[in-house]
T-cell receptor, first 113, second 112 residues
Framework: EAGVTQFPSHSVIEKGQTVTLRCDPISGHDNLYWYRRVMGKEIKFLLHFVKESKQDESGMPNNRFLAERTGGTYSTLKVQPAELEDSGVYFC???????????FGPGTRLLVL | GEDVEQSLFPSVREGDSSVINCTYTDSSSTYLYWYKQEPGAGLQLLTYIFSNMDMKQDQRLTVLLNKKDKHLSLRIADTQTGDSAIYFCAEPNNQAGTALIFGKGTTLSVSS
């Protein structure tokens, strides 16, 4: 069974540009989460989808971040415009039930110059 | 708000035992997790423990849970160089949804 996959693995962009990260959850998992770890800090929750609906987006830092999960399968996280402080590793996770164990993808390493 | 704290850890020699400690704040957490992040890799679920357990053993891994003190520890027996990684403990954010709250991570360096 394929695990959670994320694309791209790395992205280097300039401040002010737009970047879109993609996450493909484990097949059949209704719950999809986005987290990020900025340099030297904790892994922080961003938002949670149940199927295509945003269940909890309390961790989204500001309106430069937009997450979608059309059709309830893969999800995208767009940062527009990117700022220097957005640099970090963005993780996606999925789980099969509300209290199910979350399985993480390899992360996307974003560097904003 | 919740805060998960983790101990710092010095380097250990191959074959020694390693212990990583974690203090969590929400006593209502049903599960507590340990994740491992190897260099350049993603987060790998290492093990988890139900809150009604005091101890869980899984091969070289032993998880101890002290609910009274809200203390969680991970013991790795016969530590190998492949165990070098960052270890994160995590608990569910029981106040809001099912998001995980992570500790800052403990870097384990194993020397041969």
């Amino acid at each position: 069974e394929a695990g959670v996959t994320q694309f791209p693995s790395h992205s280097v962009i300039e401040k002010g540009q737009t970047v879109t990260l993609r996450c493909d959850p484990i097949s059949g998992h209704d719950n999809l989460y986005w987290y990020r770890r900025v340099m030297g800090k904790e892994i922080k929750f961003l938002l949670h989808f149940v199927k295509e609906s945003k269940q909890d987006e309390s961790g989204m830092p500001n309106n430069r971040f937009l997450a979608e999960r059309t059709g309830g399968t893969y999800s995208t996280l767009k940062v527009q415009p990117a700022e220097l402080e957005d640099s970090g590793v963005y993780f996606c996770a999925s789980s099969g039930g509300r209290l199910g164990t979350q399985y993480f993808g390899p992360g996307t390493r974003l560097l904003v110059l | 708000g919740e805060d998960v704290e983790q101990s710092l850890f010095p380097s250990v020699r191959e074959g020694d035992s390693s212990v990583i400690n974690c203090t969590y704040t929400d006593s209502s957490s049903t599960y507590l997790y340990w994740y491992k992040q190897e260099p350049g890799a993603g987060l790998q679920l290492l093990t988890y423990i139900f809150s009604n357990m005091d101890m869980k053993q899984d091969q070289r891994l032993t998880v101890l849970l002290n609910k009274k003190d809200k203390h969680l520890s991970l013991r790795i027996a016969d530590t190998q160089t492949g165990d070098s990684a960052i270890y994160f403990c995590a608990e569910p954010n029981n106040q809001a949804g099912t998001a995980l709250i992570f500790g800052k991570g403990t870097t384990l360096s194993v020397s041969s």
